[in-house]
Each structure stands twice: as C-alpha cells, then as structure tokens.
T-cell receptor, first 118, second 114 residues
Framework: GAGVSQSPSNKVTEKGKDVELRCDPI?????LYWYRQSLGQGLEFLIYFQGNSAPDKSGLPSDRFSAERTGGSVSTLTIQRTQQEDSAVYLC????????????????FGDGTRLSIL | AQSVTQLDSQVPVFEEAPVELRCNYS??????LFWYVQYPNQGLQLLLKYLSGSTLVKGINGFEAEFNKSQTSFHLRKPSVHISDTAEYFC????????????FGTGTRLQVTL
C-alpha cells in the first residue's frame, strides 16, 4: 500500500517568498504530524492534527508558519515571508489516530521536503 | 516535559562487529519508546518499539533493544552489522496517555566500514 507522500521533494526559493508544502497521509490514518529536521536543532515537532483540528500547534516557531488539513486527509504547511533559518527538511508523519486508544501506534514518515532559502 | 539523550553522535564500526547505540530519556510520566532509522534522503523508518511487557524487544534488520526502567535507558544493539546498516538512528519517546508528538534524540550516525 502507499505510504506517506510529500511534495515537492525539494524546494528552492528566495528569501521573503511564501512556500506551501504538501502531505498526503496513509489512507485511513486520522492523525497527521509535521516535524522539522535541521542541522542545528535536530528533529523538532511543529504541529499535529486529529482529523481537521489541530490540538497541539505548540511547535510552530512563529506566526509565519501555519498549517491546515481538509477532508481529514491532505495537509499543507505554509511558510510566509521565508527566512534563511527556515531552511530544513520538513517531515510529515501519520498514524491511525490519537487519544489513549491509539497511543501505542507508531508514526509512519514520508521522505520529507528539503527546503532551501537563498 | 520530556527529553531524550543519545550520547554518541557518531559510532564507527567494522562490518560483522557488534554495535550498541545508547539512548537515555527523562520524563515525569510513563512513556513508550521507539527507535527509528533514517537512510540518506529518506524519511524515518520504524525499527522497533517498547510498549509494555518484556523489556527486550526485537525489531527489523536484526536489531534489538532493551528497556531499563531504573536507568531510564533504551539502548539499541545488533550482534553483527552490515555495510547496509550505515544510517542515522534516532531514539524517541511519547506519552502513553495520548498519541501526540514524538520527542527525539539528536541522532547517532552509524558508519560501517570493511
């Protein structure tokens, strides 16, 4: 079966531009997570969705970052007015669900979007 | 709050030798523990997880890990490594009460050479 799909795989843009990153989770997975992987900070949690709502967005680094999920499926992470420190690999993961019943379920990761800000 | 410490940023090892990658965690609540592997330009792949029960868990590719509650450790081991095991390995924890975010360690680069 298909895994988590992320697009684009690579994105190069100029400082100050807006970018949109897309994640298509595994079919039937209601929980979706965004992480950022950078050299200086390692793997950081950004936000997670249960269905279309985001119970925890505590990891979003600034108000330039936003994410949405529609139809309980595809999610987009938007970064406005990009800065060079936004350069990183953005990883998306999905799992069957959240809440105590699903707490032992692993997260399945996509291959990431490598974002480079010039 | 939770934290995960991977004490070794890099571990060089010869092929067919045993290896241990160390992981210690800190948490005020019960956690589940995971090891993920990341090959170049790929996402993270689950190697194994500890949920409850036997403290020795076996995963894919011949890896195993042992949970030690008193030492708050979850070290990863393999008795004989292959060149193809060269990758970045991440230890992670998550609260047992809710399937929310993973907290990761900084990773250990395993470099296997002939």
């Amino acid at each position: 079966g298909a895994g988590v799909s992320q697009s684009p795989s690579n994105k190069v843009t100029e400082k100050g531009k807006d970018v949109e990153l897309r994640c298509d989770p595994i079919s039937g997975h209601t929980a979706l997570y965004w992480y950022r992987q950078s050299l200086g900070q390692g793997l950081e949690f950004l936000i997670y969705f249960q269905g279309n709502s985001a119970p925890d967005k505590s990891g979003l680094p600034s108000d330039r970052f936003s994410a949405e999920r529609t139809g309980g499926s595809v999610s987009t992470l938007t970064i406005q007015r990009t800065q060079q420190e936004d350069s990183a690999v953005y990883l998306c993961a999905s799992s069957l669900g959240t809440g105590e019943w699903y707490s032992n379920q692993p997260q399945h990761f996509g291959d990431g979007t490598r974002l480079s800000i010039l | 709050a939770q934290s995960v410490t991977q004490l070794d940023s890099q571990v060089p090892v010869f092929e067919e030798a045993p290896v241990e990658l160390r992981c210690n965690y800190s948490s005020s609540v019960s956690v589940y523990l995971f090891w993920y592997v990341q090959y170049p330009n790929q996402g993270l792949q689950l190697l194994l997880k500890y949920l409850s029960g036997s403290t020795l868990v076996k995963g894919i590719n011949g890896f195993e890990a042992e949970f030690n509650k008193s030492q708050t450790s979850f070290h990863l081991r393999k008795p004989s490594v292959h060149i193809s095991d060269t990758a970045e390995y991440f230890c992670a924890v998550r609260n047992t009460g809710t399937a929310s975010k993973l907290t990761f360690g900084t990773g250990t680069r395993l470099q296997v050479t002939l």
